[in-house]
C-alpha cells in the first residue's frame, strides 16, 4: 500500500492518549472514514470495540499494543510506520451473530469477534438444552454457562474455560462448556463454521440466565441463536513476522 491515507484511534488509557498525541504529531492523519487503513492503539479489548465501530467501513485494521495482554495487537513502534503498514499482512475474521431472545419477548441482536457466551445469574447452575442444525444435542446441560468461539476468539475466554485453540484457516467453531456438572464427561465440541447453534433455558425462571456477545451483554434470555454472519468481515492487519496465524499455532504449545 503506497501512501496510505491513515487514521488514528486510540483507548482512554493515559498510556493509549500518549501514544496518540507522540503519533499523530509524527504523521499526516485523516478520519476514519477517509482512511485507506485505521490504526487502533490500545489494548485486545479495545482492538475488539474498533471492529465493531467500524465494521461498516470495511478498512482494514492495524492494532499496536498499548495495553495489557495485547494478543489482537503488533508491537508499538511509532517509526517508520507507513513503510510497516506497507508490508502488513491481511486476515479477514467474521463474526458471530446472536439472536438472543428475552424473558419479556425483545429480542436482541448483537455481534462477536471473539465470542458469544451465556452465564448463570443467580447461584443455582444454568439448565440448557443445546440443539445444532436443529437437532438436539444435548437434551440439558447443567452447567455455569456454555460458549461459541471464533478461532480468533479461541484464545481469549474459550481457552480459559479449557476449550480448544483454533488455527484461523481452518472453518471451524469452539462450543465451550463452563463448569459443566450434567453431563459430567462434556467438555465440548468442535463444529463447522457453518453451523447455527440454537441454546434453550430451561427453568428460566428459577434459573435465570444471561447471555453476551464480546462486549453487549443481555440479561434473562430464554432462547439464543447463535451463526457465523459470512456477510460481514473485518481484515485484520499484522506484522509478517507477528501474524496471528503464528500467534494461534504457538499457544498450543505453551506449558
Not at 6 to 30: E, L, N, P, W
Not at 76 to 82: D, I, K, Q, R
Not at 195 to 211: C, N
Amino acid at each position: 500500500m503506497a501512501d496510505p491515507k491513515i487514521a488514528f484511534v486510540a483507548g482512554k488509557s493515559d498510556t493509549a492518549q500518549d501514544a496518540m498525541s507522540r503519533i499523530c504529531g509524527m504523521y499526516d492523519h485523516v478520519r476514519p472514514d477517509e482512511a485507506d487503513v485505521i490504526v487502533a492503539l490500545g489494548g485486545d479489548g479495545f482492538m475488539l470495540r474498533t471492529l465493531h465501530k467500524y465494521l461498516h467501513l470495511k478498512k482494514p485494521v492495524f492494532g499496536m499494543n498499548r495495553g495489557s495482554v495485547g494478543f489482537l495487537m503488533n508491537e508499538y513502534s511509532a517509526e517508520n510506520l507507513p513503510e510497516r503498514i506497507a508490508k502488513m499482512e491481511g486476515i479477514e475474521i467474521h463474526p458471530l451473530r446472536m439472536e438472543a431472545v428475552c424473558k419479556n419477548g425483545k429480542v436482541h441482536e448483537a455481534l462477536a469477534f471473539n465470542e458469544v457466551s451465556l452465564f448463570r445469574e443467580t447461584g443455582q447452575a444454568a439448565h440448557i438444552r443445546v440443539c445444532v442444525d436443529g437437532v438436539e444435542r444435548l437434551e440439558e446441560m447443567v452447567c455455569d454457562g456454555v460458549l461459541i468461539s471464533t478461532p480468533a476468539g479461541s484464545t481469549a475466554y474459550n481457552m480459559s474455560a479449557y476449550g480448544p485453540i483454533l488455527p484461523l484457516g481452518a472453518g471451524v467453531l469452539a462450543l465451550t462448556a463452563i463448569s459443566a456438572y450434567r453431563p459430567r464427561r462434556w467438555r465440548g465440541a468442535i463444529l463447522p463454521h457453518t453451523a447455527s447453534v440454537t441454546f434453550e433455558i430451561l427453568s428460566e425462571d428459577k434459573r435465570p440466565v444471561g447471555a453476551s456477545a464480546d462486549f453487549n451483554e443481555f440479561r434473562d434470555v430464554v432462547k439464543v441463536k447463535v451463526y457465523e454472519d459470512r456477510s460481514l468481515y473485518s481484515n485484520v492487519l499484522y506484522d509478517p513476522e507477528h501474524n496471528l496465524e503464528e500467534r494461534i499455532l504457538r499457544e498450543q504449545f505453551q506449558v
